[in-house]
């Protein structure tokens, strides 16, 4: 692209664009609105930035953090003066807490009129509080050599900072004085004559920061040691969105054959989607310290946990009980220890981590123990949700790790999705990839992010219950731009099923009505407005045939009807018998 030198405007706005573009932005969600003009101008004539309207601000901001967790490189998003940057706010949270690069760029208007009840303007500056890892606000767009060099370089240090040292949000507010079309003035003319673009733009290194990202932490032989010599110690591999899943998996396979250590794997890591890599793997972890004798006989002497801790509550309540030394592995500059226990962090990657030579440790009593009880509450999960008919909703995730074709994406909701995921996701071999707002741990934006994640993809899934998907209707107003296929599974239980597991279940009212919320929504006159298909299922057997193969392009909803009620009844008087004997 060659600069606009239609005037000042264009002239910075195109001058910012060109610069993300050769740092290797890909992506500009774009929001309608006037005070926004340039930028949307210069972003619409980039022909390498694949540019997308989004009407809803919220929903826009969803779908930019799900391409941004699918490709791992950042996304420009972009709004105009006034409340609309706040419905960002979401996403900006979310974005920092799982480590996603969002480029957040807000339009204001200039500072004469700020505070005088000029339209559509609001304090913006700090808007996001302390979310990004680095805010700014631009000076007023000028033609001056020095100041379009100082826009090139703050774009170029944005774009660092949204990745380094941990991903997450950057927040640029850009004012803007009229005219805001691309109005011809005739100030721009010497520059034009004057401005070499190769020349200007020849420092940019596509890409960006990628040489800062290489790892270098280092790690002791006292530790290595101390690890080696350990016959009780565990491997915990929680909530990740690996750009390379195959490459962690073996990561953490290396170290755990090395050490002999079991890996106790979430349903939100790939791990258990390429079983086949890690003999020592655990998929039941759940269920098994629901057993109060098991899980005292388990305790270990070392933990090393791999990223953020899982789903699990059993699980953390273990950890927090036994107050076992730990090492936490993972490249970030984020506190991952909500336990506040004795904790050691390791800031590299497990990939990074495994260089080191290990020297093959023997099986353990302590690793059969493991296995044993893995093997057996396995087999009982599996012949139970194998004979079960009646429509069960944690049934759905077991089914979908047996069903779904290699690799597929799939985004799972929070509330119950997750937590089903956790107890009953099969370990298998095909590649699936998991994806998931586990930041923030909130409902929003679900079903945009999902299509972000699955836009010019292979044809992904989304699994959420239906308080999430109404959450972010908005979210279907894609359909137009998206390009691939979803399949939404929606279990519609009217209501929230995840309040059904806490104490305030037990006290009616207020329960149904502030907590539960249903709403009675007709999912198939709510797809009939948006133009989407959707279908009920009314067996297993059926859902099997709609999940293999995927359609490859347009949304598709599957709804299963489930009864919330008897479905945490059966969770209360199930899931503790699995590992009973």
């Known amino acids: 692209m060659s600069i606009n030198f239609n005037n000042t405007n264009s002239v910075w706005a195109s001058i910012l664009t060109e610069t993300l573009k050769r740092l290797g932005l890909t992506t500009a969600i774009i929001c309608p609105g006037s005070r926004s003009t340039p930028l949307t101008v210069a972003f619409a004539q980039q022909n390498e930035v694949e540019a997308i309207p989004i009407l809803d601000e919220r929903s826009a901001a969803f779908f930019a953090l799900g391409i941004a967790k699918r490709t791992g490189i950042p996304v420009a998003l972009v709004c105009t003066s006034g409340t609309a940057g706040a419905n960002f706010y979401p996403a900006v949270i979310e974005a920092k807490e799982s480590r996603i690069p969002l480029v957040v760029l807000t339009a204001d208007r200039p500072p004469e009129l700020r505070d005088c009840h000029s ?12 979310y990004p890892n680095w805010q700014a606000e631009l000076a007023l767009p000028s033609l001056e050599m020095g100041m379009l060099g100082y826009l090139r370089q703050t774009m170029i240090y944005a774009w660092e900072r949204s990745l380094f040292p941990t991903p997450g949000c950057v927040h640029l507010n850009i004012p803007f004085r009229d005219p805001l079309a691309p ?40 530790t290595i040691q101390e690890w080696q010599q350990c ?129 093959a440790s023997p099986p353990s009593e302590y690793l059969h123990l493991w296995r044993e009880a893995e093997a057996k509450v396995r087999q009982k999960i599996d012949k139970t949700m194998a004979t079960m008919e009646t429509l069960f909703e944690g049934k759905a995730a077991w089914l979908l790790s047996q069903f779904l074709p290699p690799k597929t994406p799939i985004f799972i909701s929070n509330s119950m999705p997750v937590r089903d995921a956790e107890f009953f996701w099969k370990p298998n071999n095909s590649g699936i990839q998991p994806f998931f707002n586990r930041g923030a741990n909130g409902i929003d934006g679900t079903l945009s992010t999902a299509l972000g994640i699955a836009h010019q993809n292979q044809s992904s899934v989304m699994l959420t219950g239906d308080l999430a998907l109404l959450h972010d209707t908005n979210g279907f107003l894609l359909r137009n731009k998206f390009i691939g296929h979803l399949t939404i599974i929606l279990i519609n239980n009217n209501g929230g099923g995840i309040f059904e597991m806490l104490p305030i279940s037990k006290f009616e009212p207020p329960f149904e009505e502030f907590f539960a919320t249903p709403q009675d929504i007709n999912f198939t006159q709510l797809c009939a407005t948006y133009n989407v298909e959707h279908e009920v299922i009314t067996s297993w057997e059926y859902l099997k045939q709609r999940l293999n193969p995927l359609p490859s392009k347009g949304i598709r909803v599957l709804e299963l009807r489930t009864n919330r009620k008897l479905d945490a009844k059966w969770r209360q008087e199930n899931l503790s018998k699995f590992a009973r004997e």
């Open 119 to 130: 339209g559509q303007t609001i304090d913006q500056v700090k808007l996001y509080g302390n």
């Open 183 to 222: 109005i011809p003035q005739l100030d721009t003319e010497t520059l034009k004559l004057q401005f070499q673009t190769e020349d200007f733009f020849a420092g940019i290194a596509s890409g960006g920061v990628s040489s800062l990202l290489r790892q270098t932490g280092e790690i002791s032989n006292k």
């Open 231 to 359: 016959k009780r110690g565990i491997i915990i591999a929680g909530t990740a969105q690996p750009r390379f899943p195959k490459e962690y998996c073996n990561a953490i396979s290396k170290l755990s054959q090395g050490l002999k250590f079991p890996v106790l794997a979430e349903a939100l890591s790939p791990l258990r989607n390429y079983a086949q890599l890690n003999p020592y793997l655990m998929s039941t972890y759940d269920l098994i310290l629901r057993n109060q004798q098991l899980a005292k006989e388990l305790i270990p002497n070392i933990v090393i946990q791999i990223g953020e801790l899982p789903t699990s509550k059993e699980l953390r309540n273990w950890l927090d009980n036994t107050q076992i030394q730990r090492w936490i592995i993972d490249p970030s500059d984020h506190n991952l220890d909500p336990l506040h226990g004795k904790t050691t962090h390791l800031r590299t990657s497990v990939e990074s981590l495994v260089e080191t030579e290990l020297i």
